[in-house]
């Protein structure tokens, strides 16, 4: 069936705020529904609340609302867009319950507005469990084996009846899962049943089989309005069940099937597809598989795109979101070409000729208390992905993606052998799992002795046995000694020069460094190839520019004649570095293919936008790792590579980069350097006369004592080059200096740190803005409405500022400009301010796009990104319209992740802890958005 | 990790690559073919479709899951050689027998492991398929070519009679229905298709005669996979040509299917490159949906000899325009090319085999 003609206005809701389990993958999915609905020359209607967002940018769509997406606000929209259809299936979850519930009050069929993608009336079967639960056995589909009790008799009995412990209980209606949980012992029983059965309302409780440690597999379909249906992606999770796949470790294809295990999920997954209803578009399917038997349980089914088709479309190629959408307006998959060989049909089952690894990247250190154990409930704040042609590769390229100052899995000199430390870490599934797997190897642990503790299948357990192999035969050699071939081996199973240096330093010779691998290696022949992701395993010539590097022979990778550029993207989303930089990632590549250059994308974060390999002309799923990054760029020779955009996780290879040669576009890695440095920069402040709050600078616990003795309590301290203030503390006594000192030193062993004055009570102003060399172009002054101490990213802040005067925004102005001319800057600079006693000090200087970038971009309606990236490119301010839009205020309105770690107090300071934030347009300073944390401003300071 | 021996795969037009041997130490040859399938290797090693072939997979981890006899298709391996990337020398999969080295090397077929596998499918999609060889004996890659290149070429060659069985053999004899299989190269799933479906099937060895056959009262004729060129099996057409005298169903799978071609005169010819994979989608014109299917073949019905008034064409490839099932209209059969059993592969064309059934059942009642 062609597009259908009926419906010309189509209305898509976005996914709110980026949470823990809904992040950037609905910005992804979002953008890519929105321009595969204007191809067909469909009018896109969009609501969003999070300015984060490319898919709320108006280049987007052709009416976007940056509203609240509450059910009043989408009937609203309708009404005045004269909205045709609405899909509701791109913006996670939060999208399908709005949907589910205007369509529960009869809005849609009154309102004449089709429900596209999804089936409305079979979401109630996909969440409650037990339609759920009937719906599969009508099917023939394995669910646990269970049991309903009304008393502690009953209980027992079900419990035997299922073989004993462990097992899940489930009160009946109580809500958010209140009560349930795993017994896993006889002392826990009694107490566990009982309070299961007085938290029920109706005093019953579901007993069910455990299946942790089952093998847990993800299947992403999409199904067609002919009722074609195709898999586009299996995913297996190293981690089994009982982690959350969203803090699971995931591969794909599945390692461990054979065929004919396989195509029983498959059949499944198609039987239960097919089974909720008519609709055409995208659906996820979870199985766990009893290991031994074929014993299959299905988990759940997900009527819409998700976190894990977002990595199914960057691990295949395949544009989930993309058919999803189309088939969603009646074609056919048939109708439809794959995008990625241009000459086949998108309706077919892509196949993989390498690896790919998920690692999911956790915040832990900045919720003290928390419980670090992974469980059925999603911890995790972002993710990586690898690409490699063996598992080995692709697990350590993820590692080196991670960014947490790891050089791979292990191998690079931070690991803590001590077999204590590494049982204790392994009796728990933690998020470093497959770290202390290697470590325990490295102990000697046999394989049998790990799979008891983990449950991780054994191939994969072997893997990384074969891995610490590698690692045993390399750590007795030297540079000298080790050949070409073992050297080979090394690289091909991810190996990084910074790993295989610290393993050739283990033998008691002089040291190695990365750079003497490097030159080795290369003298050697052994540099990258870079291979194509092509949907088809080689099969058919592909066209789309998407690489991945690995040590196999051939490369893919044609280098044009084409001057070109290089973006290094964000890598994986944690708080403090989110969806803000992807943005403004986008917008660079955007605008520099705009100036005329061929733009090279380099991230690793499947979550992403930049990551579509529509964005830039070519695309490297890599880690935004030093020796990758550079591998690419002595391979494309780039003429520059801009910075500004990828948040601190660029900004830490700017030293590198100068160092290698690498031309910086815009301000000079000196001055970069030189903001960062606080005794330099320091010195650039008190040269022009821009007051400072007291500081300094200290390298141990000694010294940091006479620093703060010096500037005075109360005193906030953190060490240099980071992000969303990490480590960041507010000590009010010389104990707590002490305590935090220790703490840092742990995690940032090489960084100093710096002690500041803490002004309390102060007001702080974020200033973003724009310079030329000439001139300075205010993208905007936003007032926070928290005293400062509270991180700015977890502040509720107004554009523009609603308190100050004239006289004290002048000044802001003045220093921020003369900052801009001693730093030399071109394109962006952020500084913040603290306002004391009418008093302006300087707490910060930024020479980078901000994570506010996108917001006072979407506030003004000016393309803020874009415009600071062709300014570093060579334009001058005068050429873009810098007019304003805003009327009256926008605020920022943080969201945080409490309410998943209630272990956790909520407590806000000087480290960053929010995971995204909603843009709320407001005309007086009643409207409860202002007047509620106006209110309650002072309420979570904290240390 | 195994002690490594040097292993070498030299192609016909001289290309070379070295990496290391797996299965049997040895020396090998034969066409070198790849197939996409990311599950199934046992199942496509046993298939004898593949006899006498040189098989690369493309996805790089292979042995995984070491092997089990529940996933043979045949008694024997019939690929000739297995080219692979990083091959699983241990397994894990509790209902496996044992390794797949351990089972390659039973069955003495030579391979070659830690091969860019990509750039030499590459390499046969740019320039056709074409023999090669295996060896971890032979230490000189001129030779190797030079034995590459006077390997036995598959064109023109009649390779079924070296697979097929020696003997007819009844299998689920109590069946309501009995059809008369003729086994050019069957694959295991196909008998157990059939039989699954109530079906007595006798497999007869690729040339039994057809009054042989047909003395066993067969309700339908089946057509076997098998390898090689269907060309020169005029055995083979005789003995289509006679069963469509019956007036009884026949139905053709791959090889099969292109001998029924054949037999209404239609032209089968050698592909470029040939279709080995799971992931084909075929679309089915009668319903107009498309079905993912299992492909393995290296000749294909040329669609412009297809004569209308002799047969429509059922099944289309959405990917390249190929012949992938015929409807004949002179006789009563129907045939596709692609593999309806899968094993490995998505079961979405097992209705072929309750269709097979339904026009037994019709022609009987």
Known sequence: ?943 | MLPKKRAWLALSDGTVVSGWAIGRPGTTGGELCFNTSMTGYQEIFTDPSYHGQLMMMTYPHIGNYGVSSRDDEHRKVMVSGVVVRAFSWEYSNPQADGSLQAYLQKHGVTGITGVDTRALVRHIREHGAMNAVISSEIDDPDTLVRMAREWADMNGLELASRVTCEEATTFAAEGPYRVAALDYGIKRSILRNLTARGISVRLFPARATFDEIRAWNPDGYFFSNGPGDPNPMDYALETVNAAKTTGKPLFGICLGHQLMALSEGFAVRKMFVGHRGANHPVKNLGTGLVEITTQNHGFAVDPDSVDAAKARVSHLNLNDGTVEGLEFTSFNGFSVQYHPEASPGPHDSHYLFDEFLRRIQLAKS
């Open chain 1, 1 to 943: 069936m062609p597009k259908r003609t009926d419906i010309r206005t189509v209305l898509i809701i976005g996914s709110g705020p980026i949470i823990i389990g809904q992040a950037c993958e609905f910005d992804y999915s979002g953008t890519q529904a929105c321009r595969s609905l204007r191809e067909e020359g469909y009018r896109v209607v969009l609501i969003n609340s999070n300015p984060a967002t490319i898919m709320t940018d108006p280049m987007m769509a052709d009416a976007v609302y940056l509203k609240p997406l509450t059910p009043q606000n989408i009937k609203d929209i309708c009404e005045k867009e004269k909205v045709d259809a609405v899909l509701p299936t791109m913006g996670g979850q939060t999208a399908l319950n709005l949907a589910r519930d205007l369509h529960q009050v009869g809005y849609w069929e009154k309102a004449g507005i089709h429900i596209i993608g999804v089936d409305i009336d079979a979401i109630d079967i996909t969440e409650d469990r037990l339609q759920f639960r009937n719906l599969m056995e009508s099917l023939g589909i394995g669910q646990c084996r269970s049991g309903v009790a009304t008393s502690m008799l009953e209980a027992k009995d079900i419990v035997n009846k299922l073989g004993g412990l462990p097992v899940v209980i489930r009160p009946s209606f109580t809500l958010g899962g209140m009560g349930g949980g795993i017994i896993w012992t006889e002392d826990e029983f009694e107490r566990k049943i009982m309070r299961g059965l007085e938290l029920s309302p109706v005093h019953q409780i579901l007993i069910e089989e455990s299946i942790v440690g089952w093998k847990e597999y993800e299947l992403e379909l999409l199904r067609d309005a002919n009722d074609n249906v195709v898999i586009i992606c299996t995913i297996e999770n190293v981690d089994p069940m009982g982690v959350h796949t969203g803090d699971s470790v995931t591969v794909a294809p599945a390692q461990t099937l054979s065929d004919k295990q396989f195509q029983l999920l498959r059949d499944a997954a198609i039987r239960m597809m097919r089974s909720i209803g008519t609709f055409a578009g995208g659906c996820n399917v979870q199985f766990a598989m009893e290991p031994g038997t074929d014993r299959l349980i299905a988990i759940e089914i997900n009527p819409r795109v998700s976190r894990s088709s977002a990595l199914a479309s960057k691990a295949t190629g395949y544009p989930i979101a993309k058919v999803a959408t189309k088939l969603a307006v009646g074609f056919t998959l048939d109708e439809l070409k794959n995008q990625i060989t241009g000459t086949t049909s998108a309706c077919f089952e892509p196949s993989i000729d390498y690896v790919v690894c998920k690692v999911p990247r956790f915040n832990f250190e900045k919720f003290p208390g928390v419980d670090e154990t992974l469980t059925t409930q999603m911890k995790a704040v972002g993710e990586v992905m690898a690409i490699g042609r063996t598992f080995a590769e692709a697990l350590n390229k993820a590692w080196q993606g991670l960014e947490i100052g790891r050089a791979g899995l292990g191998a690079d000199g931070y690991e803590d052998l001590d077999p204590k430390h590494v049982f204790d870490r392994l009796a728990k599934p933690r998020w470093d799992r497959l770290l202390q797997v290697r470590n325990a190897y490295k102990l000697g642990a046999t394989q049998q002795e790990l799979h008891e503790l983990t449950k991780v299948d054994p191939w994969f357990l072997r893997q990384i046995r074969y891995m610490v192999t590698l690692e045993n035969r390399t750590e007795g050699q030297s540079l000298d000694t080790i050949g070409a071939e073992d050297l080979l081996e090394l690289k091909q199973a991810g190996y990084s020069d910074v790993q295989i240096a610290w393993m050739l330093s283990q033998g008691g010779g002089a040291r190695v460094t990365e750079d003497m691998v490097r030159r080795k290696r290369l003298a050697l022949g052994l540099k990258p190839s870079f291979k194509l992701v092509d949907t088809c395993a080689a099969e058919f010539p592909a066209v789309t520019p998407y690489y991945y590097s690995c040590y196999d022979g051939e490369n893919e990778s044609v280098v044009t004649p084409r001057k070109k550029i290089m973006i290094l993207g964000s890598g994986p989303n944690r708080i403090g570095q989110g969806i803000e930089f992807d943005y403004s990632c986008v917008h660079a590549v955007l605008a520099a293919k705009e100036m005329g250059y061929e733009t090279l994308m380099v991230n690793c974060n499947p979550e992403t936008v930049s990551t579509d390999f529509d964005i830039a002309d070519k695309l490297y799923f890599e880690p935004v790792f030093w020796e990758r990054v550079l591998d690419i760029i002595e391979h494309e020779k780039p003429e520059g590579i801009i910075l500004q955009v990828g948040g601190q996780t660029a900004l830490k290879l700017a030293k590198p980069l100068k160092k290698a040669g690498v031309k910086i576009f815009g301000t000079d890695y000196e001055m970069i350097d030189l903001a960062e440095d606080r005794g330099k920069f320091s010195d650039v402040l008190v040269k022009a006369g821009i007051p400072f709050p007291a500081y300094g600078t200290a390298f141990n616990v000694e010294e940091a004592l006479v620093e703060a003795e010096r500037v005075g309590y109360p005193v906030l301290i953190r060490p240099s080059y980071v992000l969303g203030g990490q480590g960041m503390r507010i000590a009010v006594k010389p104990e707590d200096l002490e305590e935090y000192v220790i703490r840092l030193l742990k995690t940032h062993p090489e960084n100093a740190f710096l002690i500041d004055k803490y002004l309390d009570h102060a007001i702080e102003v974020d200033f973003d803005s724009i310079f030329d060399g000439e001139t300075l172009h205010i993208s905007g002054i936003m007032q926070q409405i928290e005293p400062a101490g509270v991180h700015s990213g977890d502040s509720t802040a107004v554009l523009p500022p609603y308190s100050l005067s004239k006289e004290i925004i002048d000044t802001m102005i003045d220093y921020q400009t003369r900052i801009a001319k001693a730093l030399e800057v071109v394109g962006f600079v952020n500084v913040q301010y603290a306002i004391k006693d009418g008093q302006v000090y300087v707490l910060e200087c930024n020479p980078r796009a901000t994570r506010t970038i996108p917001f006072i971009a979407k506030a003004t309606g000016r393309p803020e990104a874009g415009i600071g990236v062709k300014v570093i490119l060579g334009a001058k301010l005068g050429q873009f319209d810098l007019s304003s839009k805003l009327q009256n205020y926008a605020i920022k309105e943080p969201v945080f992740p409490f309410d998943k770690f209630p272990e956790v107090k909520k407590e806000l300071g000087p480290e960053m802890r929010s995971t995204g934030e909603t843009i709320y347009f407001f005309e007086d300073f009643l409207d409860e958005h202002f007047r509620k944390p106006f209110e309650m401003k002072n309420l979570y300071l904290s240390r």
